[in-house]
């Protein structure tokens, strides 16, 4: 954050959502609150509240009880015209979630898809879903690799096409967008839903990868110590490109239709291979083109290729539309609540 010091711009929106971050997790705070847990000056705090009230972003909840003193006055999130939207394309159905920004869910829905154009597909949904909710950040599951507002996809190595979906979006309706690779979105999700049966007492404990074997190929969210990974160029979990000996590469070996013995044996060793490079605890499995009336030998058939005591719980996916919104919509509330998008370099 260092770096930041010298833009007055970007540290009053980086301010104005540590704000608006204690304000959901407090639910409602006075501005001496505010500024004892976020350390900025009460000068400051106060000017950004007036311009965060302004903007209809906060409201305020009255005054609190006095004490003999000036009462103070105290501020909430303004729930009802701040809304985010998320959504994927899976199939011919279009997946969405309408929160707050609590995440209490406003609208969960699916569309169904007749137009084979993405741009007018996603045009027409958006006008649709503006005309009826006040929505203030966009989040988009994607099948492929992200670089900003834009994503790379395609199903052999090379060749891969570029779609600025993203970009364009943001540009169109001045609503700040933010894509995200769908598979780390479902991990994400699924990390949220399960934490509990996970028995995970921090969510910096947690270390899983979530494989999802799917139409569109087969990819992988991955969470070490509680964060999502990317890669260098956000080509991690893009595990359907492992090299298989000479015969290519595991998607399109799994997709030759091979019997369920090769089947077992060939994603038990992709497991053990997983578990050598990250040494997750839990990984979780599912999509329409996995077998799931094979999850019960290839547990037991992954263990032989695993260290003693080094073997991770393997858990099936039940609802990958339920992770995948969830992941998500934290996402884009998170975009919300920061109102800035810091990006690594």
């Known amino acids: 954050m260092d770096n930041l010091s010298g833009k007055p711009q ?39 509240l007036n311009q965060l009230f302004k903007n209809s972003e906060i409201v305020s909840l009255g005054f609190d009880e006095s004490s003999g003193g000036r009462r103070a006055e105290i501020y909430a999130l303004n729930l009802n015209d701040n809304l985010a939207l998320s959504f994927y394309l899976r ?33 027409d949904f958006i006008d649709t879903i503006l005309s009826k909710y006040p929505i203030k ?18 199903r052999e190595l090379s060749g891969w096409e570029k779609y600025n979906i993203g970009e364009y979006i943001e540009k169109k309706y001045n609503i700040p967008v933010i894509l995200e690779n769908d598979l780390n979105a479902a991990a994400l999700g699924f990390s949220l839903n399960y934490s509990k049966e996970m028995n995970i007492s921090s969510k910096n ?14 990819g992988a969210g991955i969470i070490t110590d509680g964060n999502l990974i990317h890669g260098e160029s956000n080509f991690a979990g893009e595990i359907g490109f492992i090299p298989i000996g000479h015969k290519g590469h595991l998607e399109r ?22 578990n ?13 083109k996995f077998r799931n009336n094979l999850t019960d030998d290839i ?47």
């Open 10 to 48: 970007v540290m009053k929106k980086v301010n104005s959502g540590l704000i608006k971050q204690i304000l959901k997790e407090k639910g409602s705070a006075t501005k001496a609150e505010i500024s004892e847990s976020t350390g900025i000056s009460a000068t400051t705090v106060r000017t950004l």
């Open 91 to 123: 199939g011919n159905n279009l997946n969405y979630l309408v929160v707050d920004p609590l995440e209490n869910v406003i609208k969960d829905s699916t569309t169904p898809i007749i137009e084979d154009d993405f741009q007018v597909i996603f045009e």
């Open 137 to 154: 950040a966009i989040g988009i599951g994607v099948p492929g690799v992200v670089e900003n507002g834009s994503y790379f996809a395609g």
């Open 205 to 218: 404990d947690l270390n899983m990868i979530y494989i999802r074997f799917s139409k569109n190929g087969i």
């Open 253 to 274: 070996i799994l997709n030759d239709d091979i019997d369920d013995i090769t089947y077992i044996d060939l994603v038990s060793q992709v497991l053990a291979i997983i």
């Open 276 to 288: 050598c490079v990250i040494n997750p605890k839990f990984i979780v499995i599912g999509g329409e």
């Open 299 to 345: 547990k037991k058939c992954s263990n032989k290729y695993m260290a003693d005591n080094i073997i991770p719980e393997i858990i099936l996916s039940k609802d990958s539309r339920k992770d995948f919104l969830t992941g998500m919509a934290y996402l884009t509330i998170k975009l919300i609540n920061s109102n800035i998008k810091l990006i690594n370099t």
